[in-house]
T-cell receptor
Framework: GAVVSQHPSRVICKSGTSVKIECRSLDFQATTMFWYRQFPKQSLMLMAT?????????EQGVEKDKFLINHASLTLSTLTVTSAHPEDSSFYIC?????????????FGSGTRLTVV | GQQVMQIPQYQHVQEGEDFTTYCNSSTTLSNIQWYKQRPGGHPVFLIQ?????EVKKQKRLTFQFGEAKKNSSLHITATQTTDVGTYFC???????????FGSGTRLSIRP
């Protein structure tokens, strides 16, 4: 089946630094990648949608200058949290349509737990 | 915008008891998907329902899509400790080509 590899799984960084999270589709081409964040015991909140070769679409309330998304190839999408602050600590997770369109569900990466100290 | 409401938020059951989570939408859905997220893990796709009144089964799990395609349910018969996790429904928002997740139901089980 479709696999999305997400790295790193955990990261601790200091306030003010930037962190890059990568998601790679291993056995399929992901023209679209969705980025979510999830706070403890809460649902997944869509942050942005990245499309290969074009600018990402951000959800209302998400700062595009703080959460930089790049989708330079059909197999790689990255999310960079810039000038991180403790309130950015969260679980970040990517997902992509796993097969031919939505009929096969969405395949999620394993997530990145970010802690900003 | 389109919202998917899910209840209950939490459910704590004795092992062997049944469990049901419900999703409701104010608008007609083209389809609905169900995901399971184990503690500390990531969501895993379980199933998709498309047809009005559709019922699908996966072993002890039964998924239903309402006749009006505005609600759905997931029923687990005779829960086991391996069923622990959070179950999310998700609706496809065709206008934006993205899925919207319900708030999730967290299932915990007493052995």
């Amino acid at each position: 089946g479709a696999v999305v590899s997400q790295h790193p799984s955990r990261v601790i960084c200091k306030s003010g630094t930037s962190v890059k999270i990568e998601c790679r589709s291993l056995d399929f081409q992901a023209t679209t990648m969705f980025w979510y964040r999830q706070f403890p015991k809460q649902s997944l909140m869509l942050m942005a949608t990245s499309n290969e070769g074009s600018k990402a679409t951000y959800e209302q309330g998400v700062e595009k200058d703080k959460f930089l998304i790049n989708h330079a190839s059909l197999t790689l999408s990255t999310l960079t949290v810039t000038s991180a602050h403790p309130e950015d600590s969260s679980f970040y997770i990517c997902s992509a349509p796993g097969g031919t369109g939505i009929n096969y569900g969405y395949t999620f990466g394993s997530g990145t737990r970010l802690t900003v100290v | 915008g389109q919202q998917v409401m899910q209840i209950p938020q939490y459910q704590h059951v004795q092992e062997g008891e049944d469990f049901t989570t419900y999703c409701n939408s104010s608008t007609t859905l083209s389809n609905i998907q169900w995901y399971k997220q184990r503690p500390g893990g990531h969501p895993v796709f379980l199933i998709q329902l498309v047809k009005s009144g559709e019922v699908k089964k996966q072993k002890r799990l039964t998924f239903q899509f309402g006749e009006a395609k505005k609600n759905s349910s997931l029923h687990i018969t005779a829960t086991q400790t391996t069923d622990v996790g959070t179950y999310f429904c998700a609706a496809f928002r065709s206008s934006a080509s993205k899925i919207i997740f319900g708030s999730g139901t967290r299932l915990s089980i007493r052995p």
